[in-house]
């Protein structure tokens, strides 16, 4: 093998485990939605976001806040609806949500089976069977979701919602607003409306 394969194939290794690790790096959501039955999203038009969103708890408006109500205007906006005019009612109110919970989480019980064969003076043939009788790997990790519910003003009824469920890891706590952007896009990758 020549001095240049081996600086190759040692690049290509290091670029494939770079991917690998990225990939495993990254955080990964599980994208949820719902629509009202016999609701026509594309018969509304305007739009604006509730004055006290469920992710204002304290009173004044969050950075979650405002990044989640820039991120969903993007994607209001390249499905065809625009904001109300200052006065005017919307047609739909938008509230936002965000909720953490711990689980616990860990390997259950091992269980194992295996068959042989063996000869000899005497062959024969066997199999075995295993339970190991406790828990590998208990970890406590916390679970974020965020919900996004589109409310119909006139009737004050959902009318579509969409919730993403993921691990809050470090990443998306140094970085809360990619974390937020990127949980919109995908939320709004399910809504029926499709982008322009």
């Excluded at 009202?36 to 969103?53: D, G, I, Q, V, W």
Aim: overall charge neutral.
């Amino acid at each position: 093998m020549t001095t240049r394969n081996a600086r190759s194939i040692t690049r290509l290794a290091t670029l494939i485990g770079l991917a690998l690790l990225l990939a495993a790096c990254a955080t990964r959501y599980d994208i949820r939605s719902q629509a009202a039955a016999n609701a026509n999203l594309a018969s509304y038009h305007t739009y604006a976001f509730m004055a006290k969103p469920g992710t204002d708890k304290d009173g004044y408006k969050t950075l979650a806040t405002q990044t989640l109500e820039r991120a969903v205007n993007r994607e209001m906006y390249a499905r065809g609806y625009t904001p109300a005019a200052a006065g005017s009612e919307p047609d739909l109110v938008i509230n936002f949500n965000i909720k953490e919970k711990d689980k616990v989480e860990g390997d259950g019980p091992g269980v194992g089976y295996g068959w042989g064969v063996g000869y000899g003076r005497h062959w024969g043939y066997g199999c075995g069977f295993g339970l190991d009788d406790y828990y590998n790997n208990i970890q406590t990790v916390t679970e974020g979701s965020l919900i996004i519910d589109l409310v119909d003003r006139v009737r004050n009824e959902v009318v579509w919602s969409g919730m993403a469920v993921g691990q809050v890891t470090k990443s998306s706590l140094e970085h809360p607003d990619e974390t937020l952007d990127r949980s919109v896009a995908e939320i709004f990758a399910r809504y029926p409306v499709k982008a322009r």
